[in-house]
């Protein structure tokens, strides 16, 4: 018999394996158990600090950082940080109560709008569900308060995150993911790490390839 003939006897052997499984559980057989989840060391090992490990990895993936004390120094923060990039000074706002209760009148130069992004606004600020020390990830959930295209669309993303927000791990970031009144997943979750990139073309390292160029993120020791 040739490989590829062996190939698919054992992919058929597997479904019809699963199959059959299905049917027990449907019968009331047990599910049978997972192994553990292997969780790095990085960001559980005995002292580590994860504000600190966070800080890190974001700028090691490309990403920029400021820190404030309060909420109230964020405009002045994002207005900053749009003037050291020379940006327009134009930001979309998530809806979400965490960004739009931030006192933004305090920077009367920026032009200042909310809602869901079309594909014209320069930068957005949304908030995240939590930030992963381990790799220097964002985990940004899809609502109507946090509309996607606020996390896709613009050149420029600008995430607010208390501090309080940095976990050490993927799992501690999943189990902070909000679900729906029927205990539903929202539709999206994505986790980003730095600015979209790509080097599919001629091995050419292209940012901005599917999303923002550049990510920035400012961390709030007070919550939000």
């Known amino acids: 018999m040739s490989d590829s003939g062996t190939g698919r006897d054992r992919m058929l052997a597997s479904i019809k ?54 909420r109230d120094e964020v405009p002045a923060a994002v207005q900053k940080y749009l003037a050291a990039s020379n940006a327009e000074a134009r930001i979309r706002l998530s809806p979400d109560i965490r960004v739009s209760s931030i006192p933004w009148d305090r920077v009367p130069l920026l032009e200042i709008s909310a809602g869901r992004s079309h594909g014209k606004d320069p ?6 569900v939590a930030a992963v020390a381990e790799t220097g990830t964002l985990v940004l959930q899809s609502s109507d308060q946090t509309p996607t295209t606020l996390h896709f669309l ?61 990510l920035h993120v400012i961390v709030v020791d007070e919550e939000l």
Do not use: C, W
């Open 123 to 128: 930068t957005s600020v949304t908030p995240a």
């Open 154 to 214: 613009p050149d420029q993303h600008v995430v607010v995150i208390s501090k309080s927000q940095i976990v050490g791990t993927y799992e501690d970031a999943l189990a902070r993911v909000k679900r729906g009144p029927d205990g539903a997943l929202p539709r999206t979750v994505n986790f980003v790490t730095g600015p979209s990139r790509s080097a599919d073309i001629g091995k050419i390292l292209l940012m901005g390839a599917h999303g923002p160029k550049k």
């Open 17 to 70: 394996a699963g199959v059959a499984r299905q049917a027990e559980r449907r019968q009331g057989a047990a599910a049978p158990l997972k192994p553990a989840p292997l969780i790095p060391a990085r960001a559980t090992a005995p002292g580590v600090d994860v504000v600190d490990l966070f800080r890190t990895m974001l700028v090691a993936a490309k990403a920029t950082l400021d820190e404030v004390k309060t």
